[in-house]
Structures are given as structure tokens and as C-alpha cells.
């Protein structure tokens, strides 16, 4: 069930190592004037995670260019953090998901169990209906699903295409896929989505 994966403290740890690995590549490429990156880390106050995280899941990977003159920040991607988003990126993905043909029953259990308010869950579904399917990202990964991703069910059917939606790694599978919208916009690489 979707309770577990997000009280399931190792996924999260796997996302941080995940992001830390990334970060280090990013810092190795260095500033796209050719300056070297140094760390600028920044922390955040993530909602809907386990409460047994340690202190370093907080903090946002960035750098800062050392040339003078350039100064330049880069923030690699991340699959914890889903852009600017309070919530974390899985919460946001599997919750989203699950208000898919939902009871008022069922919505009530995630506001109680996840702490997000109706109206926070109603503007990620219109972020995944209207917003989402707008993006570079999205126009064009969307022809590598045969047969098509039902867009009107962002994100169950996403989740769906990458095995059971209530395993983790379907889950981090579509957090891979969204990494290009978590980064900020300096980033001197750029992730390729899965096929």
C-alpha cells in the first residue's frame, strides 16, 4: 500500500544517496564558464516524509560558481524535492495518484495521514492535468508509451506504465522521469528520462 512507501525510511535514504551521487557529478562538470562549483546548500523543511530522517535529508544539493564575476548557482536535479513544492516529490506523485477515482473516505484518510490540506490536493491535480502536460518534459517523453499515458489520470497511469503503482519502484521510476523539472535552470547536464 502507498502508506508503506512513505513510511519506509531506506526508500527515502536510497532518494538522498541518489541525489548526493547526482550532485557529485554536477560539481565534477563544473560551472559552464569553466569556474568551479562550490557546495551552497540550502536547507528545506520537506512535509509527508518519515519522521526518523536524518538532518542531511533536509538540505538541497546546489553550488555556487567561485569565478568572480560569474558567481553563477546550480542546483542539480533532485528526487526528493519536486521544484519548490513543500511536500516531497513521492508524497506529491503517490498521493496525486491516488486521488484517482477516489471515495471521500479514502480522501479523508490521505489528508489525515499525509497532513495536506483539500484545497493543496486539488491544485496538484490541476498542476498534473493542466501544467504538467504542458511541459518540454513531458511533450516529449509522452510518445515513448505504447499504447498511450491516459493524461487525464497523471499520475496513476505514469505510475502504472512502470510496473505496480504501489511498489517502490514504480514510484522511483517516475521520480527519475521528473527529475529535468526539479533542477534549476543553470544546470550544466541534463538527465534523460527513462524509456
Same mark, same amino acid.
Given at each position: 500500500?502507498?502508506?508503506?512507501?512513505?513510511?519506509?525510511?531506506?526508500? +527515502?535514504?536510497?532518494?538522498?544517496?541518489?541525489?548526493?551521487?547526482?550532485?557529485?557529478?554536477?560539481?565534477?562538470?563544473?560551472?559552464?564558464?569553466?569556474?568551479?562549483?562550490? %557546495?551552497?546548500?540550502?536547507?528545506?523543511?520537506?512535509?509527508?516524509?518519515?519522521?526518523?530522517?536524518?538532518?542531511? #535529508?533536509?538540505?538541497?544539493?546546489?553550488?555556487?560558481?567561485?569565478?568572480? !564575476?560569474?558567481?553563477?548557482?546550480?542546483?542539480?536535479?533532485?528526487?526528493?524535492?519536486? !521544484?519548490?513544492?513543500?511536500?516531497?516529490?513521492?508524497?506529491?506523485?503517490?498521493?496525486?495518484?491516488?486521488?484517482? !477515482?477516489?471515495?471521500?473516505?479514502?480522501?479523508?484518510?490521505?489528508?489525515?495521514?499525509?497532513?495536506?490540506?483539500?484545497?493543496?490536493?486539488?491544485?496538484?491535480?490541476?498542476?498534473?492535468?493542466?501544467?504538467?502536460?504542458?511541459?518540454?518534459?513531458?511533450?516529449?517523453?509522452?510518445?515513448? #508509451?505504447?499504447?498511450?499515458?491516459?493524461? %487525464?489520470?497523471?499520475?496513476?497511469?505514469?505510475?502504472?506504465? +512502470?510496473?505496480?503503482?504501489?511498489?517502490?519502484?514504480?514510484?522511483?521510476?517516475?521520480?527519475?522521469?521528473?527529475?529535468?523539472?526539479?533542477?534549476?535552470?543553470?544546470?550544466?547536464?541534463?538527465?534523460?528520462?527513462?524509456?
Amino acid at each position: 500500500m502507498w502508506q508503506k512507501i512513505l513510511q519506509n525510511s531506506s526508500f +527515502f535514504l536510497s532518494l538522498l544517496q541518489f541525489d548526493c551521487d547526482l550532485a557529485e557529478q554536477y560539481r565534477g562538470a563544473g560551472c559552464s564558464c569553466g569556474g568551479k562549483l562550490h %557546495s551552497a546548500r540550502y536547507e528545506r523543511q520537506p512535509r509527508g516524509g518519515p519522521d526518523d530522517l536524518p538532518i542531511e #535529508f533536509n538540505m538541497r544539493e546546489s553550488f555556487c560558481c567561485a569565478e568572480e !564575476g560569474c558567481r553563477r548557482r546550480t542546483t542539480p536535479p533532485s528526487l526528493r524535492f519536486l !521544484g519548490r513544492r513543500v511536500y516531497l516529490g513521492a508524497v506529491v506523485v503517490l498521493v496525486s495518484a491516488m486521488l484517482h !477515482g477516489i471515495t471521500e473516505k479514502r480522501a479523508k484518510a490521505i489528508r489525515e495521514f499525509v497532513g495536506v490540506n483539500q484545497q493543496t490536493l486539488e491544485r496538484w491535480r490541476e498542476w498534473w492535468q493542466e501544467n504538467f502536460t504542458r511541459t518540454q518534459l513531458w511533450k516529449g517523453v509522452r510518445a515513448r #508509451f505504447v499504447p498511450a499515458v491516459d493524461s %487525464s489520470k497523471l499520475p496513476a497511469s505514469l505510475l502504472e506504465r +512502470f510496473g505496480e503503482p504501489t511498489k517502490p519502484e514504480a514510484l522511483l521510476a517516475v521520480l527519475r522521469l521528473l527529475t529535468p523539472l526539479t533542477a534549476g535552470s543553470n544546470c550544466a547536464m541534463a538527465i534523460s528520462p527513462p524509456a
